[in-house]
């Protein structure tokens, strides 16, 4: 076990966890930020999907030894109250049926967003391909990321 200090949603956490444990983990497990979800556990739905350093990374492989003094965001610190653009046009749109896939839907598109504020339908697609929603809402997906771009 060792203690790591982390940078999540703008604040500071502590957790005594062994060095390879996934970032998943420490943040459900260690932390009660269970926004985040488990999948698959193999990096292949996107769930887990977090925002490290910006970018939209898999955290249940993302070893927590790999953070060091890196920035992550998850679901919880998209926004303080919900009104993230993205959050607002996934409400808008009626994305969610069973919702689980969600937040890592979300994080996917947020980090879409960041680095292409206007993106094409493509590059949505591009950007969204590794998020899986067995509820097969994509077409309501693509829709919402197009609306949250226009309000960015």
Not at 52 to 59: K, L, Q
Not at 97 to 123: D, S
Not at 127 to 132: K, R, T, Y
Request: hydrophobic share 40%.
């Amino acid at each position: 076990m060792a203690m790591f200090t982390l940078q999540i949603n703008g604040k500071e956490y502590r957790a005594d966890v062994a060095a390879d444990t996934p970032v998943l983990w420490v943040l459900r497990d260690h932390l009660g930020l269970v926004g985040t979800k488990f999948g698959c556990g193999i990096a292949q739905c996107g769930a887990c999907t977090i925002l490290f350093e910006g970018n939209a990374v898999r955290s249940c492989v993302l070893p927590i030894s790999a953070v060091k003094t890196s920035k992550i965001t998850t679901i919880e610190g998209l926004s303080e109250n919900g009104d993230h653009p993205l959050q607002i046009a996934w409400d808008e749109v009626d994305v969610p049926q069973c919702g689980y896939c969600q937040a890592g839907q979300i994080m996917t598109a947020a980090a879409l967003l960041k680095r292409t504020p206007k993106p094409t339908v493509e590059e949505i697609d591009n950007a969204m391909h590794g998020n899986i929603c067995r509820c097969g809402a994509y077409h309501r997906i693509r829709e919402a990321v197009l609306s949250a771009a226009k309000k960015i």
